[in-house]
């Protein structure tokens, strides 16, 4: 018998720890573990924690569709192991690998609980979409990349030679184990404000998922790299939610473009999200720039106007309107607010990494804090600490009309075409101003 534990892979197909269980040939128990560190302070009911529970519902019903059993507990995954194991012939824990300060963390809890029982412990590595394991072999280098254009070259290289497809098991291949120690059921038990949480979502299941990523690579893919900025007319993939719960897998989303008109925009976009990850694997400093850089002279002075849309610059307070009613926020619009706070409001970026860790419904540690880091211009490959993007100038650009900013801040609908862009009486900085100071300022936090 094996334990299978369910973490950012919530689906039933194309999961490497599927593929390397189906070669045994033996009945499993499959568990979704409800970590209280992941959705405590208030993550739960934000924007982020409503979309896990909504992934983590649709893959309840996956599995119910199929006829397999998944378990639900809530507590200390170390703890809950460890109890299924004392209470189950048990011989392996498989899980897929994670890569965050806290995975890695609660990885080696698990490991030490599980040899120390003598059970086998195997983690898989799933997540990327490249084998980012054996990648550094193939790019021979004595360092990893720091830089991301050499990194891609690499990386499409790679791909080409040693790409693992899709797996073929599913879920309907799969043993699963029905019941489990009642004791282990009742000590961890699910609160009921997580059960409510859990049965209060939209139930998509996998094919639902599956049938959103068909319908971009059919009505969108196409004019992917020439529309996905053009953030009022909506063109972006709407697909991040999934991904990074692994509702979807990187690969589905790989193979369905292959070839296709449009596809080497998206695939620049699925080799930066690898780039994000082989950082996390491979540069311990990638999760602790706050502590090597200087950060005191920036401030959190201005944070709550910028995080509450009140900024009087139309463009920031019109995106973080929308972020904070929809967890929704396109990518274009995310580099412009969170350039404008770390550099035009001097505050420091991890302030702007915990609001989006909240509030943006498709969040990912790790891909959210490599987007921090470049904005702010610290890390490998970030922005120049000289390159500010001067949000009315990115609005002009990439909604001429206004049209997104009129959506979401109608008392502005009354100004022109050209003055809508434009800071408003009041507005907490001159944008050119800020802009000169943020200069000197970074210039000595990077010397």
């Not at 299978?4 to 189906?22: E, V």
């Not at 899980?95 to 040899?115: F, K, L, M």
């Not at 990912?364 to 904005?375: A, E, F, K, Y």
Request: charged share 20%; net charge neutral.
């Amino acid at each position: 018998m094996y334990l299978f534990i369910h973490r950012k892979d919530l689906r039933t197909s194309d999961m490497r720890a599927f593929d390397y269980i189906n070669r045994k040939h033996t009945q499993g128990i499959h568990l979704l573990i409800i970590d209280p560190i992941l959705i405590g302070e208030g993550r739960l009911t934000s924007h982020s924690g409503r979309n896990f529970m909504a992934q983590a519902a649709s893959l309840l019903f996956s599995y119910a569709s199929a006829g397999k059993e998944l378990h639900v507990l809530y507590g200390d995954p170390a703890a809950i192991t460890e109890s299924l194991l004392l209470a189950h012939p048990i011989e392996e824990v498989i899980v897929h690998s994670d890569y965050t300060p806290y995975s890695r963390q609660r990885d080696d809890q698990i490991g030490q609980a599980v040899r120390r029982i003598g059970r086998r412990w195997m983690p898989i590595a799933d997540a990327p979409l490249a084998d980012l394991e054996a990648f550094p072999a193939y790019a021979r280098r004595a360092e990893p990349y720091k830089v991301f254009t050499p990194f891609y070259r690499m990386w499409g290289s790679f791909m080409l030679e040693s790409y693992s497809p899709m797996g073929s098991t599913t879920i309907d291949d799969l043993s699963t184990v029905q019941e489990i120690d009642q004791s282990a059921c009742h000590a961890f038990a699910l609160p009921e404000a997580v059960s409510c949480a859990l049965g209060g979502t939209n139930v998509e299941g996998s094919p639902k998922s599956l049938a959103r990523l068909d319908r971009f690579v059919r009505e969108r893919l196409a004019s992917y790299g020439d529309a996905r900025d053009a953030y009022a007319n909506d063109q972006t993939s709407g697909l991040a939610r999934f991904l990074n719960t692994g509702a979807i897998s990187a690969r589905s989303a790989y193979e369905l473009t292959q070839g296709l008109h449009g596809s080497e925009a998206w695939i620049r976009q699925l080799a930066w999200r690898d780039f994000y990850l082989y950082q996390a694997m491979y540069h311990e400093d990638f999760f602790k720039y706050e502590q090597l850089a200087d950060l005191s002279p920036l401030t959190d002075t201005n944070f709550k106007a910028w995080s509450t849309a009140a900024t009087g610059i139309p463009i920031i307070d019109a995106a973080l309107t929308q972020l904070n009613r929809t967890g929704e926020m396109p990518n274009r619009l995310r580099m412009v607010t969170a350039m404008f706070l770390t550099k035009n409001l001097l505050c420091p970026f991890t302030l702007g990494e915990q609001y989006f860790r909240l509030h943006l419904s498709d969040y990912d540690n790790t891909l959210n804090r490599g987007g921090w880091l470049w904005c702010s211009s610290l890390g490998y490959d970030a922005a120049p600490y000289f390159r500010i993007m001067n949000p009315a100038i990115q609005s002009r650009t990439h909604d001429p009309s206004g049209s997104y900013i009129r959506r979401w801040l109608p008392h502005l609908d009354h100004l022109s075409d050209k003055e809508i862009h434009l800071p408003q009486s009041g507005a907490i900085v001159d944008l050119k101003a800020s802009r000169a100071r943020a200069i000197e300022v970074y210039k000595t936090i990077l010397k």
